[in-house]
Nanobody
């Protein structure tokens, strides 16, 4: 069974920084893509930043230049460094990953989500 566990969410003042971590654990063959989404109250979940299966990165326009996604493949962990935080960055941040796992008759690839970590930016 695969688990994604996020950490690093906190209350921070505007202009501050936070670093989120998401570690994948379990029986994993490969991690094909990993990324961060967020959902603010009353809004839809949106992509913040992600790695594609080809290894390239993409960012929401609202966070470009302020947020940086990185990964440690040896630890199956993805990070989100968030600088110059704004009140509008307040949301629950979710990690997701497309992961291939071994099965009795081959492999299975599906999308997994973490439980979310709260980021609150005060003005």
């Amino acid at each position: 069974q695969v688990q994604l566990v996020e950490s690093g969410g906190d209350l921070v003042q505007a202009g501050g920084s936070l670093r989120l971590s998401c570690a994948a654990s379990g029986s994993i063959v490969t991690i094909n893509a990993m990324g961060w989404y967020r959902q603010a109250p009353g809004k839809q979940r949106e992509l913040v930043a992600g790695f594609t299966s080809g290894g390239s990165t993409n960012y929401a326009s609202s966070v470009k230049g302020r947020f940086t996604i990185s990964r440690d493949n040896a630890k199956n962990t993805v990070y989100l460094q968030m600088n110059s935080l704004k009140p509008e960055d307040t949301a629950v941040y979710y990690c997701n990953a497309r992961i291939t796992t071994p099965q009795a008759t081959g492999v299975d690839m599906r999308l997994y989500w973490g439980q979310g970590t709260q980021v609150t930016v005060s003005s």
